[in-house]
């Protein structure tokens, strides 16, 4: 019987990290074939390095049964054809039963390429995993994130990307004695159909970091201006949290698309998160199912949010900040 | 300069809500433009106004997909063609980016350059343009903020990265995926609806474009949905109504002190 083999393609940031995303679908792959007779999990890095060491000793932690390194000059800086191209030639090759990929800007931007390269589905933005009778059972929001959708792809390999945060990696992971496989793919310079010309870096926020926050103040659309909206801020600055927005509040301008949450931006794990005038579809749940406890604050009873927080408080989002920054602020 | 730009019509998914028996109500939601394809045609407009360009909106979908392409004429695009055929009607991702390379080079092989929107609303899968672009065999670049220059053969953009941008230089024929901005699309002008109500939209169907319909729709798809359910919530959460504004904040405030820990 072939081997039943899951490949995950191992991003690197700019400053050569691996991305946490990574990580923790190496972890999800693992578990996943955990019950599979004969399986693999291997690991793709496409890149240019000196020393692989550190990597290969991290991915053996989190039950990657293989690596293969695929190093060359040219990968140096990021072209998405030549990454493109590696990476199917190798899938090519290791004929692979699943393929993940982590949601973030560049997985968004090769994962189709190398899906549509070798001729097979690929199911963006999962939150959910599992792996039946060989075949890969991929559920993500869809709808404007009113309903989920379990799919299914009926070629090989079956392809899928994930958002970082959705699954995590196990505090106490087993390690496997990880074989190395360094490989070679052809590739030109005439295939190098972009190229960066610079990096510039944004503002970056550091005080209003959501990834490591405990709590979070959120608002959305029924804060109504953007001038309730910046009360978050102080709330957050009087009780030591962070403010993140949803789409809606971004949408309207409230906010800037640096701090939204959800599918289509961040993924938090705070201890609180306290959402006000936010609907809660499922596009912005999935930025915010793995936190401990979730208070909503809307003044509609019935909107999807109530249902699905561990309290629920039917009121007016702007009234209760005001009190809550006075009452704060007189104690 | 020719430009394609991609335009989906979407449910207004606001729109949609659930019925008691948790079946998705989509009576009288309204169809709109995808809004990240609004800004791809400003985006294209926006070239044509600065060097001239010939803009062609092309869109898959049903017949009554025609209104979002006749608005975006009454923008400024100049012609449009709407791909329509009932071997088209749930074409996943890889599907739908088939029909749409195989139009392109059937009828418009002359492009410079696509512009697509970076997702759609409704699906959210950000896969159809780049799909698009290896079905072409042409550059990609997704995720642009704006576009710098185009040059000869080589278009220059900003793109978001995770945490900063970069400056992409990319060669001609190429796909840009473009995310929604803060800057302003255009409304009609009255000359442009006028221009819309007369055009002449072209709906061509899997025969007219010498696409094998076997690879479009459910059955061309590589991917299909097994199951579609009700998002599920917190088994015992509570829901408090009835508190004053200032009850609720002290609630709040307590609440968060002991879930912090």
Not at chain 2, 207 to 222: H, M, R, T, V
């Amino acid at each position: 019987m072939d081997k039943f083999k899951v490949t995950v393609f191992c991003e690197t940031a700019w400053d050569d990290s691996v991305a946490p995303v990574s990580y923790e679908l190496t972890a999800k792959a693992s578990d996943l074939v955990k019950n599979i007779e004969n399986s693999e999990v291997q690991v793709l890095i496409v890149g240019k390095r000196m020393n692989y060491d550190d990597i290969i000793e991290s991915f053996s932690n989190y039950g990657a049964d293989k690596v293969i390194i695929v190093n060359d000059d040219i990968f140096e800086n990021y072209s998405a054809n030549l990454y493109r191209k590696a990476i199917s030639e190798i899938l090519k090759k290791e004929k692979p039963n699943v393929v993940f990929f982590g949601a973030t800007v560049k997985g968004r931007e090769l994962a189709p390429l190398v899906a549509t390269t070798l001729n097979t589905g690929l199911t963006a933005d999962c939150t959910e995993l599992d792996i039946v009778d060989g075949k890969l059972e991929a559920t993500r929001p869809t709808f404007g994130g009113k309903l989920n959708a379990t799919i299914l792809c009926k070629t090989l390999p079956q392809m899928a990307t994930v958002r970082a945060g959705v699954f995590r990696v196990p505090e106490n992971p087993v390690k496997k004695d990880t074989k190395v496989n360094f490989d070679w793919v052809n590739v030109h310079d005439e295939e190098k159909f972009t190229k960066i010309l610079e990096l510039i870096p944004e503002y970056a926020d550091d005080d209003n970091d959501l990834s490591k926050a405990e709590i979070i103040y959120a608002g959305g659309r029924g804060m109504k201006s953007k001038e309730n909206f910046n009360r978050l801020f102080e709330l957050a600055r009087l009780t030591g949290g962070v403010v993140g927005a949803s789409r809606g509040a971004v949408d309207a301008g409230f906010a800037d698309s640096s701090i939204q949450i959800g599918q289509t931006g961040k993924t938090i794990h705070a201890k609180v998160y306290v959402a006000f005038g936010i609907s809660g579809l499922a596009q912005h749940m999935a930025g915010i199912n793995s936190c401990d406890k979730i208070i909503s604050v809307n003044k509609d009873s019935n909107a999807p949010i109530m249902k699905l927080s561990d309290i629920g408080i039917v009121g007016d989002a702007e009234e209760i900040i005001k009190q809550m920054v006075r009452s704060l602020k007189n104690k | 300069m020719k430009i394609i730009v991609c335009v989906k019509q979407v449910p207004d998914t606001a729109d949609i809500k659930w019925t008691e028996n948790n079946t998705l109500n989509r009576d009288g939601v309204e169809s709109v433009i995808n809004p990240c394809d609004l800004f791809a045609t400003e985006t294209a407009l926006r070239i044509k106004d600065r060097q001239g360009a010939d803009i062609t909106a092309i869109s898959m979908g049903p017949k009554q997909a025609e209104s979002a392409l006749r608005e975006v004429i009454s923008m400024g695009v100049d012609e449009a063609c709407l791909l329509s055929d009932r071997y088209f009607a749930a074409s996943d991702t890889a599907a739908t980016a088939r029909v749409l390379a195989k139009a392109i080079q059937e009828k418009r092989s002359d492009f410079d350059l696509i512009i697509c929107g970076q997702y759609a609303s409704d699906g959210d899968t950000a896969q159809t343009g780049p799909s698009l672009a290896q079905n072409l065999g042409i550059s990609l670049v997704t995720n642009v903020k704006s576009i710098e220059k185009i040059e000869n053969d080589k278009i220059i953009v900003f793109k978001q990265e995770e945490d900063f941008v970069s400056r992409i230089e990319a060669k001609l024929p190429a796909v840009i995926c473009i995310l929604t901005g803060k800057y302003l699309v255009r409304m009609p002008k009255i000359s442009g609806r006028m221009k819309a109500q007369d055009a002449k939209i072209p709906i061509y169907t899997a025969e007219d474009i010498n696409f094998d319909a076997a690879y479009s729709g459910l059955k061309g798809s590589p991917t299909y949905v097994k199951k579609a359910f009700r998002p599920k919530g917190r088994s015992d959460g509570e829901i408090l109504y009835d508190n004053s504004a200032v009850q609720s904040a002290e609630l709040l405030l307590d609440k968060i002190k002991e879930f912090k820990g």
